[in-house]
């Protein structure tokens, strides 16, 4: 999309370098990570199933740095009972549990990270079925529960902090999905009870949450537009998809049409998915939109977008254009990799550090496989192994042989988070399922290129969530986001990382801040983590 300023990469943006043998890898190392949590539905019982509704649905993680010692921490959130957090201790891939985490009372589903009243410190947004709680970090105190009454009380899904208005206080979107009611039951064609088809149920106006600055948060989307248009949602984003310097909101929505809600720069927002090529597949269709991830993966320095879907329909990329985006699922490989499974959470990163993006989906049924009756255990009927994508300058291919422990072990996959756990410079991931463990997966792929992962705060220490990072390297540009906020239920490593190929050098580094202003700094080495702060005009490691 020509809208966004920035030099073009050259076609095939850092192929120099890239090892014959580079392969995302991924080891299951849950059992030794320290990280033991299972989730649990809670209504039914004994695995088996009540048919509530937000049981299937899973829930999300997020891995974050609460204690500010350049580690990232977990936390996992419970469907029917208590969340858990783990501090990151190390050496390697080490958990260890830490209290202090309140009850909400929800049924939880999502959670994203943010410095929401802007002391320094990354708090905590959970929503769920039932009231949304806002967790503040109280440092060694562990979190409390906000006492401010404003959240919603209904089905909340994914959430994303951002600053919308360019004011320097992050906001807040959340998604909701339904209006369900737990006593609403639905049938197979088989005349058996199953989960509801999402048609079943009408969606639910999204919500956003403008920060007042004064521990506050006032709910804006009636004023803005947003309420205008309710849907099924579940993923969303925040970023500047038009170029224009503010901050837009792109939402997966289940069965229908997505939304991509434009910033006029007034406090308003337009819907334009449509108009710019977002709304629908290439063919047209509305599509189960549940995991959300943007990346660079046509190598021209703009962010493309990733969507996750149903069965029997693509998990479709949307390339930006510079007048939109067009569908270019089947151009990339998509046309038939994961057509038969049924995706949620999504990472892209550069995991084998080759120059290009790769994609893990976490995939997991939401209905029994035709002509199945429940059995015990009756989870395993919706289990399916995640999809991990090999991505190249034209398309992804199945990588899914090098990691069995992660494609192969088949569960009901929902939340995905990726981040650098163990200090290494590979992205690591997180994997939450329904009525399952969380798994921990150490990247252990072959590679012999370097990384470089960039963190963008503004002057008070507040991560900028809307940062775009670029770098200027011997083989052309690459573009990163700064932002956790993607996937689905889930919030990532919030730096931006870049895998560079052996023979590759950094030349130079430049940070879009969120409210679209520029700034440029000296080339980092590769291989550390830096920390760029807005009118510093150095780089701190």
């Known amino acids: 999309m020509s809208f966004a300023t920035g030099c073009l990469v050259v076609a095939g ?51 974050f740095d609460r204690d500010a010692d350049g580690d990232l921490d977990l936390y996992l959130v419970q469907g029917e009972g208590a969340d858990r957090f783990f501090e990151n201790r190390g050496p390697g891939i080490r958990f260890v549990e830490s209290a202090g985490i309140p009850a909400t009372g929800a049924y939880g589903m999502g959670v994203a990270a943010g410095d929401a009243d802007g002391d320094g410190d990354l708090d905590l947004f959970r929503t769920g079925y039932g009231p949304d709680a806002l967790l503040l970090n109280s440092g060694p105190d562990g979190f409390r529960v906000s006492e401010e009454e404003f959240w919603d009380d209904g089905w909340g899904a994914s959430a994303a902090f951002c600053d919308y208005d360019a004011d320097g206080r992050l906001d807040l979107f959340v998604t909701r999905y339904m ?50 248009l309710p849907a099924r949602g579940l993923g969303v984003v925040c970023h500047d998809f038009t170029g224009d310097g503010r901050p837009d909101f792109y939402v997966a929505n289940d069965t229908e049409a997505n939304h991509l809600w434009v910033n ?33 993966l046509s190598g021209d320095g703009v962010l493309d977008i990733l969507l996750t879907h149903f069965a029997d329909e693509t998990n479709t990329v949307y390339l930006a254009e510079p007048f939109g985006f067009v569908d270019g699922s089947i151009d990339r490989g998509l046309g038939t990799l994961g057509l038969s499974t049924t995706g949620f959470g999504v990472a892209l990163a550069d995991f084998d550090l080759d120059g290009f993006l790769d994609a893990v989906i976490a995939n997991g049924r939401v209905a029994r496989p035709p002509g199945q009756s429940p059995r015990l255990p009756f989870f395993e009927q919706y289990a399916e192994g995640a999809l991990i994508l090999r991505g190249g300058s034209a398309r992804f291919a199945d990588a899914g042989a090098g990691s069995p422990d992660l494609s192969e072990a088949a569960v009901v996959g929902r939340g995905l988070a990726a981040g650098d756990l163990d200090g290494d410079g590979d992205p690591d991931l997180v994997l939450t399922a329904a009525e399952g463990p969380a798994r921990v997966f150490e990247n252990v792929s072959s590679h012999d290129g370097n990384w470089l992962l960039v963190a963008a705060r503004q002057p008070a220490g507040v991560p900028d969530h809307g940062a775009t990072v670029r770098i200027r390297t011997s083989a052309g540009i690459r573009v990163a986001r700064a932002n956790p906020g993607v996937s689905y ?34 080339a980092p080495a590769p291989n550390r983590v830096v920390i760029v702060v807005r009118g510093a005009g150095t780089i701190h490691d």
């Open 264 to 296: 006029q720069g007034d406090g308003a927002f337009t819907e334009e998915a449509l108009l710019l090529g977002a709304a629908l597949s290439g063919f047209g269709r509305a599509e189960a939109g549940m995991g959300i991830e943007i990346g660079d």
């Open 179 to 228: 209006d369900y009611d737990e006593d609403f039951r639905c049938f197979a064609a088989t005349g058996e009870e199953d989960y509801c088809n999402p048609t079943d149920v009408p969606g639910l106006p999204d919500l956003l949450y403008r920060n007042t600055g004064d521990g506050r948060f006032v709910e804006v989307g009636r004023e803005t537009g947003i309420a205008a």
């Open 489 to 522: 239920l889930s919030s990532g490593d919030p730096r931006a990382y870049f895998g560079i190929p052996a023979g590759v050098t950094i030349e130079r580094l430049t940070v879009r801040w969120s409210d679209g202003s520029e700034e440029a700094f000296p």
């Open 13 to 63: 943006a850092l192929s120099g370098g890239i090892a014959a043998a580079a392969q995302p890898r991924f080891a299951d190392v849950t059992s030794t990570a320290g990280a033991a949590f299972t989730h649990h539905t809670g209504r039914g019982g004994d695995g088996r199933p009540a048919y509530f509704m937000p049981e299937i649905m899973g829930s999300g993680v997020a891995l």
